[in-house]
């Protein structure tokens, strides 16, 4: 549920090179080190794998690709950031997680009215001399891709069983 004007909203702000992105903290399960990801079988060019948490398996999703980020291998430095969507718990990697910042929900400028389109961000909220990009996770599959992802990811553990 959005918070009221007079609450304040709670983001969990991380890195991916320079650029700084924010998921709301309600959304958020745990950060984990980063592990090696097992690669899934057609799934859709932006999913790079999967990995087993707590006997879950959970798809890896590749932020830069999605982002237009110049791509790198994992890190054992890197961060696994584990989020829930309405349809599924997912993990991306990022660099590092610079921690949870409160702020009112009029401190957020709506991505629509910065420059129309912007698919795959909410809006931007001002930290320090830094914008923070608000990352919409909902909209970050196309339904062809979750369609995709699904049939994969049921493939996979179908013949886990």
């Not at 918070?3 to 991916?16: E, G, I, K, N, Y």
């Not at 401190?107 to 129309?116: E, Q, T, Y």
Request: proline share 7%.
């Amino acid at each position: 549920m959005p918070p009221t004007l007079d609450q304040m909203a709670h983001w969990v702000v991380f890195s991916l090179d320079a650029g700084r992105y924010a998921l709301p903290l309600a959304s958020v399960e745990r950060i984990v080190r980063a592990v090696q990801v097992t690669s899934l079988p057609n799934a859709p060019a932006i999913v790079l794998g999967a990995i087993d948490v707590a006997g879950r398996v959970l798809p890896v999703f590749n932020v830069r690709r999605r982002f237009g980020l110049p791509e790198r291998d994992i890190d054992p430095a890197d961060q696994f950031l584990i989020a829930r969507t309405i349809q599924r718990t997912v993990v991306l990697v990022i660099d590092a997680v610079a921690g949870v910042f409160e702020y009112p929900p009029s401190a957020m400028v709506d991505a629509g009215s910065l420059a129309p389109g912007l698919v795959h961000i909410r809006g931007v909220i001002p930290i320090a001399d830094d914008l923070v990009l608000i990352h919409d996770l909902e909209a970050f599959l196309s339904a062809d891709e979750a369609e995709t992802l699904d049939a994969a990811m049921n493939r996979t553990l179908s013949r886990a069983d």
